[in-house]
């Protein structure tokens, strides 16, 4: 039984450490990218924020990818979240958790409570839902922060506010306590190039700093076309099959 346990135990630390090589050189890998991309376009890489989205992947691989540096992890679903957030809190320094799914009003108590940023309000009715959320939640004077996320094809289903909404929205989340307007957050419509969609989002952008000059974040691009977001002007890219892979089948909140 003994030399049994002893076999599992140091499979087990082999496997993590696999785990561990693998995703190094994946994070490696998009890093050489962000730091090109921004080279390309004139940019510091520094300016970038990478948000490492593990949606399905275990908590383990939070913790692993919080050895390799990472500090900003992407979710979007709050189940999943939250049950992370929980199993990680103890790391040190903290990571900074981001929901960027599509969010229902009735999940804003639990959001509000682990999240340090929103990457997805596009209604006024969810604005009023986090608002109420982020001052129950006792945040210790930590502000919610969020980005209204922008509808670049305006497709019914995909989420995001028609540009033309993004100035009342962020007055609506300017006048809550509790909450922060960030910036803008979107997500490229797959029938057209990216780069042209990104363009598309940087007056939205510029029009929201000339009223919220602290709203300086754009969270736009992930695995497939962080180049283009960068060269539009991305101060944050959302990544994570280019790091962690094919997803699992299967939730593996543990």
């Not at 009223?211 to 890219?237: K, N, Q, R, Y």
Request: hydrophobic residues 45%.
């Amino acid at each position: 039984m003994e030399a049994r346990e002893d076999r599992e135990a140091r499979e087990a630390r082999e496997a993590r450490e696999a785990r561990r090589e693998f995703l190094a050189g994946r994070l490696a890998a998009v890093r050489e990218r962000i730091a090109d991309a921004a080279r390309a376009a004139g940019r510091d890489h520094t300016e970038i924020t990478l948000i490492t989205v593990t949606k399905t992947w275990p908590a383990e691989d939070v913790r692993l990818l919080a050895g390799l540096g990472i500090r900003d992890v992407g979710e979007n679903q709050d189940q999943q979240a939250s049950a992370k957030a929980a199993a990680c809190a103890g790391l040190a320094p903290a990571l900074s958790w981001h929901f960027i799914g599509q969010l229902q009003s009735n999940k804003a108590p639990s959001v509000a409570r682990y999240a340090d940023m929103v990457h997805s309000v596009d209604r006024a009715s969810l604005v009023s839902a986090l608002g109420k959320a982020a001052e129950r939640a006792g945040r210790a004077g930590r502000e919610l922060r969020c980005l209204i996320q922008v509808s670049l094809d305006g497709t019914a289903g995909r989420g995001g506010a028609h540009p033309d909404e993004v100035l009342r929205l962020a007055a609506l989340i300017a006048g809550r306590p509790g909450l922060t307007v960030a910036g803008v957050m979107a997500v490229a419509p797959p029938q057209e190039p990216a780069g042209e969609a990104f363009a598309r989002l940087r007056p939205v952008r510029e029009r929201l700093l000339g009223e919220h000059p602290g709203a300086v974040v754009m969270s736009a691009g992930m695995s497939g076309d962080l180049e283009a977001a960068i060269a539009a002007g991305a101060t944050h890219v959302r990544v994570g099959s280019a790091i962690l892979g094919h997803r699992p089948p299967a939730p593996l909140p543990h």
